[in-house]
């Protein structure tokens, strides 16, 4: 799977889960700082959304301070659904009833060990095809 990683920071975090993707075997682009760029949350992402968007990746890992404000910007790109999660329950809810395609996680908060988790719950998780009619409605709002 091609995974594009995004965040305005490199930290402990950003490089534990840039480093659990390649274990799991994906395909891993860095956006921002952890690929050696500085950017600001809001660009991030917006382009870690955009990449999305464009098919160019499966999924996208997202990170700014507390997730807030990367996936407000992430989720202002039509046809992303980007889902600020801070447990593996509402990961897999996200990809479940949501057809969420960009994970954000707060630096602040999360845990190399609560984002492992959440990157197992995220991955684990299929779409539930009864949702398809609220998905579309999300499509044609954008």
Known sequence: M????????????TDAV???????????????PPGGEPIEWAEVGQRVGELVAKGDFDTGVLFCWTGTGA???????PGVRAALCTDAATAAGARKWNDANVLVMGL??????????LLDAWFATE???????NIARLESRQ
């Open 127 to 133: 779409s539930d095809p009864g949702e398809a009619d």
């Open 71 to 77: 996936s407000i910007a992430a989720n202002k790109v």
């Open 18 to 32: 840039r480093d659990d993707l390649e274990q799991r075997g994906h395909e891993v682009v860095l956006v921002g």
């Open 2 to 13: 091609r995974v594009v990683l995004g965040s305005d920071e490199e930290t402990a975090l």
């Open 108 to 117: 602040r908060l999360t845990t190399p060990e609560v984002a492992r988790e």
